[in-house]
């Protein structure tokens, strides 16, 4: 028998961003139905952002008992549990679990439906035995590895960051397909956890940011034992006769082959878009994800696109992001657009790399006069007493020094690229960040540095130092 459900809004979708809309509707009172097919939570907290930062985490111990000789204290090399590493990981998923539950939600107020959703029409979802007829839909079904169609991938065991997390033995030898920021990350996790790792990368490593600043982690990287091949195709894939994986790959000096014990397909994200019947709602969609509108709105207009189904940044706080633009227009009628120039991004490799607003280069393609100011950690005196000197802040301002863009790589980027998220998405100055006074010693002062020196060349023109002596006659 089938239960018609009216809400004011049908999310489908248990991810960051579907559960932000249904939290946010629920919190005023909307009636809101949540379908989820798999696990509350998606992506991130299952198989993404949550597992591989505790990876990292254990792994960094695993680093800093390696190198600890510069502080006074004897190194050693640690005695790996890779199953109680798995032990761990699983135990923060189960830690933060419960806040994403479908106790949680229902408890909240809203409606949840564990099974798949598909449009049946331009008006209505069905669900199990469920026929939802909502006032708006939000779709944000998130996305899932793209596995790419080398010959011979499908006949292979490999891994995927949905997968890669069950292991509770260590790899041998772990090749990654992929140098994008999620192979980068378990690259040198696995690597400092004891496995041999071998990266390769069609193109470049990091390739979506700026090479000064990717310069600095790659070579960090290769420092600490792992291979990364840029600029070579994976051609072929094959089970050799004594086990293991082979790759056949092509590289700017010809043919090769890449063997190791097991293999991490990293190649990116494909949009969920399957199954969900989005031309009979019709919805346009095409390899990338659903088509929107700056606000997230489809070609159906009963009906927003959030989060990584949306074909833009994939990143979970940008999900939430829109489940803030999406709630903004459905429940209050506010008109609101996406702006990707103020979302930041962070890789989780040490050192990290963070970025927010305008590079360096999309500031000469955009045109007009800009400014790129520098601050090493080296020239910081935190950063020298945590002997963690490597890497550097470059702000990019424009003529007047009103601040574009920030990219920071060294420790603790991650953490540092707020303040600089905030100063783009507000429009703020280096005159505004040179006025904040920022505690002593913290690594946060080279952000600053770096704001102050615009001012520098100002120092040492003719016109400011006649103008200082003048006022020097008044006493």
Not at 252 to 272: M, Y
Not at 390 to 401: C, E, N, P, Q
């Amino acid at each position: 028998m089938t239960t018609i459900l009216e809400p004011d809004i049908c999310v489908i979708g248990g991810g960051s961003g579907g559960l932000s809309v249904a939290a946010a509707a629920a919190a005023f009172g909307v009636p809101v139905v949540l379908i989820e097919k798999g696990r509350m939570g998606g992506d991130c907290l299952n198989y993404g952002c949550v597992p591989s930062k505790a990876m990292i985490a254990a792994a960094k111990h695993a680093h800093h008992m390696r190198h600890s000789a510069a502080f006074g204290i004897a190194p050693v090399e640690p005695a790996v549990d890779f199953s109680a590493v798995h032990d761990h990981i699983h135990a923060v998923i189960a830690a933060i679990a419960p806040h994403d539950s479908v106790e949680r939600f229902t408890g909240l107020g809203v409606r949840v439906i564990q099974d798949a959703a598909r449009f049946r029409d331009a008006d209505t979802v069905v669900a199990g035995d469920y026929e939802i007829r909502a006032r708006r839909f939000v779709v944000a079904t998130g996305s899932s590895p793209l596995v790419p169609p080398i010959p011979g991938l499908d006949q292979v065991e490999h891994f995927t960051n949905e997968t890669i997390f069950d292991r509770v033995e260590r790899p041998g030898h772990l090749v990654v397909i992929g140098g994008g920021p999620i192979g980068m990350e378990l690259a040198q996790a696995h690597r400092r956890l004891g496995a041999e790792v071998t990266v390769v990368e069609g193109a470049s490593a990091l390739g979506k940011d700026d090479p000064e600043l990717t310069a600095v982690v790659l070579e960090r990287l290769r420092a600490e034992g792992v291979v990364i091949r840029e600029k070579t195709k994976v051609v072929g894939v094959e089970r050799p006769e004594t086990g293991g994986v082979r790759l056949r790959v092509e590289g700017e000096d010809g043919p090769d082959t890449v063997e190791g014990t097991h293999l991490l397909v990293a190649a990116g994200r494909a949009a969920n878009v399957a199954g969900l019947g989005l031309d009979e709602a019709g919805i346009a969609y095409d390899r990338r994800g659903i088509k929107v509108t700056p606000a997230m709105r489809t070609t159906n207009r009963r009906v927003y696109a959030i989060g990584d189904v949306a074909g833009g940044l994939q990143f979970t706080h940008v999900a939430g992001y829109h489940a803030g633009l999406a709630i903004r227009a459905i429940l209050f009628r506010l008109r609101a657009a996406e702006n990707r120039d103020v979302i930041p991004w962070v890789t989780f490799t040490d050192p990290e790399l963070a970025h927010v607003g305008l590079t360096e280069a999309e500031a000469k393609k955009r045109g007009g006069r800009f400014h790129v100011l520098r601050w090493t950690y080296a020239e910081n005196d935190r950063a020298q007493a945590e002997r963690a000197t490597t890497g550097f802040i470059k702000l990019v301002t424009d003529a007047r020094g009103r601040i574009l863009g920030a990219s920071i790589v060294g420790a603790n980027a991650g953490e540092m690229i707020n303040l600089w998220a905030l100063a783009v998405s507000k429009k703020l100055s280096v005159r505004d960040v040179a006025g904040y006074v920022p505690p002593y010693p913290t690594m946060s002062e080279i952000g600053k540095r770096a704001a102050m020196s615009y001012f520098g060349s100002a120092a040492r023109k003719p016109l400011v130092r006649r103008l200082i002596g003048f006022l020097r006659l008044f006493g």
